[in-house]
């Protein structure tokens, strides 16, 4: 990685307000210089998509707006009078106050002032999530973890066989984060398990996270991020963990998932094999109509592939195009810059899914230098399909390449419900690259009608 970054794909640790909100009934508050926490949502809402702001998101989320005179004098007691005054107007289930650098300087403590309240008997924690203690997929697990100590503390577990706690994609980091955590409920509800699934619409907010400790185990869905909170639940509660570093993308990859949820689960291989059976049936189904399709306009047909996203959807729409639908990948760049000990993990992952093409991951935050290695891999070549953000349109543009939206910044493209995890997600993309060759122009209805006359 270079030593001046251009265009990073993530925000800094207090892009975890976003965490925060994904929680239903999560409100947080900010202790932040003016526009710290307006930018993060132009970020990871508006060029996420559009998503929306939410409840007491956007314009909504408290924050102290730290001046001067903080910085010289300190702003705790600001900060309380925000935290007072915050619960007063808005209606939530829990606070999380989070730190900005300018707090992180001066060393205002956010967790005692949580704790003041706290012991008030409100449902508070705080997080220092100073921006330069790294970016925010660090955010989001210092975040899961102090909610975890903070706000859950030492609860005694009642062990229920079949919950199971999910950890997996970053929310608005992650522009599908909603319909991937939805996909991911809903087979693993077929398999017969109890989803605590923490974040978006389809959880019970506040209440699931109070059922943490009860849980049979833990999965963490994830090249790496996470994996400190599995371990912290291992530590506190003596839950175990699956650790399955693959986002599951299509029939093959999502039937190994579920065999190996199954299996460690305990749920009989009989149900898990028909619940395997009935979705792949419906799956197959659909890809094989596509086959007149793919025989006739082969030809146009793009069958070179770039991802430049996180590593979890950059591996795992891979693993679904090359293992599948026989894509070569050229390069695929896995943008989250993380520890040393996360790029390994990143690399294992990219090992178990695409074993045939090791060298063509590449674990760089640098947007400059990807483009320009894609430049020179890319050539002449208009037979390529670019999975990233906005910022990639004008490279697909150069020789007519098509561009599939897997990151961000997304600021031309509305997103409400779309998913590429499972076997949903799986026929989502393949109608996103398939239906691409005709917004590239190269097919017309004039192409059409001279196949159909040579039938």
């Given at each position: 990685?270079?030593?001046?970054?251009?265009?990073?794909?993530?925000?800094?640790?207090?892009?975890?307000?976003?965490?925060?909100?994904?929680?239903?009934?999560?409100?947080?508050?900010?202790?932040?210089?003016?526009?710290?926490?307006?930018?993060?949502?132009?970020?990871?809402?508006?060029?996420?998509?559009?998503?929306?702001?939410?409840?007491?998101?956007?314009?909504?989320?408290?924050?102290?707006?730290?001046?001067?005179?903080?910085?010289?004098?300190?702003?705790?007691?600001?900060?309380?009078?925000?935290?007072?005054?915050?619960?007063?107007?808005?209606?939530?289930?829990?606070?999380?106050?989070?730190?900005?650098?300018?707090?992180?300087?001066?060393?205002?403590?956010?967790?005692?002032?949580?704790?003041?309240?706290?012991?008030?008997?409100?449902?508070?924690?705080?997080?220092?999530?100073?921006?330069?203690?790294?970016?925010?997929?660090?955010?989001?697990?210092?975040?899961?973890?102090?909610?975890?100590?903070?706000?859950?503390?030492?609860?005694?577990?009642?062990?229920?066989?079949?919950?199971?706690?999910?950890?997996?994609?970053?929310?608005?980091?992650?522009?599908?984060?909603?319909?991937?955590?939805?996909?991911?409920?809903?087979?693993?509800?077929?398999?017969?398990?109890?989803?605590?699934?923490?974040?978006?619409?389809?959880?019970?907010?506040?209440?699931?996270?109070?059922?943490?400790?009860?849980?049979?185990?833990?999965?963490?869905?994830?090249?790496?991020?996470?994996?400190?909170?599995?371990?912290?639940?291992?530590?506190?509660?003596?839950?175990?963990?699956?650790?399955?570093?693959?986002?599951?993308?299509?029939?093959?990859?999502?039937?190994?998932?579920?065999?190996?949820?199954?299996?460690?689960?305990?749920?009989?291989?009989?149900?898990?094999?028909?619940?395997?059976?009935?979705?792949?049936?419906?799956?197959?189904?659909?890809?094989?109509?596509?086959?007149?399709?793919?025989?006739?306009?082969?030809?146009?047909?793009?069958?070179?592939?770039?991802?430049?996203?996180d590593s979890a959807y950059a591996i795992g729409t891979s693993?679904?195009?090359?293992?599948?639908?026989?894509?070569?990948?050229?390069?695929?760049?896995?943008?989250?810059?993380?520890?040393?000990?996360?790029?390994?993990?990143?690399?294992?992952?990219?090992?178990?899914?695409?074993?045939?093409?090791?060298?063509?991951?590449?674990?760089?935050?640098?947007?400059?230098?990807?483009?320009?290695?894609?430049?020179?891999?890319?050539?002449?070549?208009?037979?390529?399909?670019?999975?990233?953000?906005?910022?990639?349109?004008?490279?697909?543009?150069?020789?007519?390449?098509?561009?599939?939206?897997?990151?961000?910044?997304?600021?031309?493209?509305?997103?409400?419900?779309?998913?590429?995890?499972?076997?949903?997600?799986?026929?989502?993309?393949?109608?996103?690259?398939?239906?691409?060759?005709?917004?590239?122009?190269?097919?017309?209805?004039?192409?059409?009608?001279?196949?159909?006359s040579q039938i």
């Open positions: 990685m270079s030593a001046i970054i251009e265009q990073p794909r993530y925000t800094c640790a207090l892009g975890s307000q976003q965490t925060v909100l994904a929680i239903p009934k999560g409100i947080p508050i900010v202790h932040a210089g003016p526009g710290c926490s307006s930018k993060i949502f132009q970020y990871e809402n508006l060029d996420a998509g559009f998503q929306g702001e939410g409840y007491a998101g956007g314009g909504a989320v408290s924050c102290t707006n730290t001046s001067e005179q903080e910085v010289v004098f300190g702003g705790e007691e600001k900060l309380k009078a925000l935290v007072r005054n915050t619960f007063k107007i808005i209606k939530g289930d829990l606070f999380v106050i989070l730190s900005g650098c300018t707090a992180g300087i001066v060393g205002d403590d956010v967790k005692q002032v949580a704790s003041q309240f706290a012991s008030q008997g409100k449902p508070i924690v705080g997080v220092d999530t100073s921006g330069f203690r790294g970016n925010n997929y660090y955010g989001h697990e210092l975040v899961v973890n102090e909610i975890i100590n903070q706000f859950i503390g030492d609860a005694v577990p009642r062990r229920r066989e079949r919950l199971v706690n999910v950890f997996s994609v970053v929310p608005n980091q992650d522009p599908f984060w909603r319909a991937d955590l939805e996909e991911i409920k809903r087979l693993l509800a077929k398999l017969g398990l109890e989803v605590n699934i923490l974040f978006g619409d389809g959880s019970n907010g506040v209440s699931e996270w109070e059922d943490i400790p009860n849980a049979q185990f833990n999965l963490i869905l994830s090249p790496w991020v996470c994996l400190s909170t599995a371990k912290l639940l291992k530590e506190k509660y003596g839950t175990p963990y699956l650790h399955y570093p693959i986002l599951p993308v299509g029939a093959k990859a999502t039937g190994a998932f579920l065999r190996t949820v199954a299996e460690f689960a305990g749920v009989p291989k009989e149900h898990a094999e028909a619940v395997i059976k009935e979705e792949e049936k419906r799956f197959y189904h659909y890809l094989v109509s596509l086959g007149d399709f793919i025989a006739d306009l082969r030809n146009n047909i793009p069958y070179e592939l770039y991802a430049v996203a693993d679904f195009l090359v293992n599948e639908l026989g894509f070569i990948p050229r390069g695929i760049y896995a943008t989250e810059n993380p520890s040393p000990s996360g790029e390994q993990r990143i690399r294992k992952a990219w090992s178990l899914a695409v074993s045939d093409y090791p060298d063509a991951l590449s674990v760089e935050a640098d947007g400059g230098m990807i483009q320009a290695d894609i430049r020179a891999k890319i050539g002449e070549s208009n037979r390529a399909v670019i999975l990233g953000s906005t910022w990639e349109s004008r490279l697909a543009a150069e020789h007519n390449n098509l561009l599939i939206h897997l990151s961000l910044p997304i600021a031309d493209d509305v997103i409400v419900n779309r998913s590429f995890t499972g076997y949903n997600g799986g026929l989502r993309l393949m109608e996103e690259i398939y239906s691409g060759i005709f917004r590239k122009g190269n097919i017309s209805q004039t192409t059409q009608t001279a196949k159909a």
